[in-house]
T-cell receptor, first 115, second 114 residues
Framework: AQSVTQLDSHVSVSEGTPVLLRCNYS??????LFWYVQHPNKGLQLLLK??????LVKGINGFEAEFKKSETSFHLTKPSAHMSDAAEYFC?????????????FGTGTSLTVIP | GAGVSQSPSNKVTEKGKDVELRCDPI?????LYWYRQSLGQGLEFLIY????????KSGLPSDRFSAERTGGSVSTLTIQRTQQEDSAVYLC????????????FGPGTRLTVL
């Protein structure tokens, strides 16, 4: 079975400080992992994805994530938060097997950036 | 190029009425997904289409929900005898193929059942 747990429902950081959004996954197969961002009243946008290549994945807007199989984690980081990063972030797992067609979304982490 | 489009953007209906939500995927994308996003929740998978294969309906919450995809392109999600708990944003996504390919999302249809 596949599932995703986003460990924090809300994260608040000051502008210019690092961002860490945590995600743990469960998968019976080699997973593909994604982070999506949803700005208020906007559609979901892909930030980055891991599909069994390099374990450190770089995405758009300075975000990156590291796939750690031993910890079943795929945490999202950014060295310096910007006001425009305030949004809802979703960690997603897609895996093979009989449910390989499905994407499993976490419940989301709301990021607030304090000026 | 054009992204995924959905219509209507907003739909208000009365309890017990049927509604149809439309999704136009990106041209050439063979996979199409429907999700539901309730207030403050993550995305709930509803149904998945891949090419001419039988759709994966495992996420449909009840038999009041159905979807079809005509000609491998446009898809319609139908909710019969709507209930207040059906109120949510319904999102459509398409991808080049199944599995680990990026899904491109539409802007969603906000459904309100009074």
């Amino acid at each position: 079975a596949q599932s995703v747990t986003q460990l924090d429902s809300h994260v608040s950081v000051s502008e210019g400080t690092p961002v860490l959004l945590r995600c743990n996954y469960s998968s019976s197969y080699s997973p593909s992992l994604f982070w999506y961002v949803q700005h208020p009243n906007k559609g979901l946008q892909l930030l980055l994805k891991y599909t069994s290549a390099a374990t450190l994945v770089k995405g758009i807007n300075g975000f990156e994530a590291e796939f750690k199989k031993s910890e079943t984690s795929f945490h999202l980081t950014k060295p310096s938060a910007h006001m425009s990063d305030a949004a809802e972030y979703f960690c997603v797992v897609s895996a093979g097997g009989s449910t390989g067609n499905q994407f499993y979304f976490g419940t989301g982490t709301s990021l607030t950036v304090i000026p | 190029g054009a992204g995924v489009s959905q219509s209507p953007s907003n739909k208000v209906t009365e309890k017990g009425k049927d509604v149809e939500l439309r999704c136009d995927p990106i041209s050439g994308h063979t996979a199409l997904y429907w999700y539901r996003q309730s207030l403050g929740q993550g995305l709930e998978f509803l149904i998945y289409f891949q090419g001419n294969s039988a759709p994966d309906k495992s996420g449909l919450p009840s038999d009041r929900f159905s979807a079809e995809r005509t000609g491998g392109s446009v898809s319609t999600l139908t909710i019969q005898r709507t209930q207040q708990e059906d109120s949510a944003v319904y999102l459509c996504a398409s991808s080049l193929e199944q599995g680990g390919y990026e899904q491109f999302f539409g802007p969603g249809t906000r459904l309100t059942v009074l």
